[in-house]
């Protein structure tokens, strides 16, 4: 299994949410420059929703850069190790810490993407191949690091 590929895979999925949501951000406001009237209050309404829906999108965009700024730290360097960059093998999946983009699928592997903040890290950090642990009532062990 090869880290860089999935490195990145995982900086193109953010990338493409990225350009995603700033083209959501500009059709938002195209559209509320054309609410503008002197129709009175409905129109201000309909107004402000649309800028709390630019302030959400916005709020999403800023966690995706901050992602891409994280992604862009990481190492696909071999690691022996739980640490940030590892790619983990337990006896109930398999896990890569970067961030979190959710599942991948690499050939016939499906890879769950966890950041370093999620409670299954920060329960196998600095673990090596063969401790155990258990998260969530789940006993699990890990099988091999890279």
């Not at 499906?110 to 009532?137: C, Y």
């Amino acid at each position: 299994m090869n880290k860089q590929e999935l490195l990145d895979l995982i900086k193109t999925k953010i990338a493409d949410k990225i350009q995603s949501f700033e083209n959501l951000i500009v059709e938002t406001r195209a559209s509320s420059n054309d609410t503008k009237s002197s129709m009175g209050d409905k129109y201000e309404t309909g107004r402000e929703m649309l800028q709390q829906e630019i302030n959400n999108l916005q709020r999403q965009l800023n966690e995706s850069l901050n992602q891409q700024s994280v992604i862009r730290k990481i190492s696909a360097e071999p690691s022996d190790k739980v640490q940030v960059g590892a790619l983990v093998r337990t006896d109930k999946g398999l896990f890569y810490v970067t961030v979190s983009v959710g599942e991948i699928i690499s050939g016939d592997q499906k890879i769950m993407t966890v950041s370093a903040e999620s409670p299954l890290v920060k329960a196998i950090l600095g673990k090596r191949s063969g401790e155990e642990f258990v998260i969530n009532n789940i006993h699990q062990k890990i099988i091999y690091i890279w």
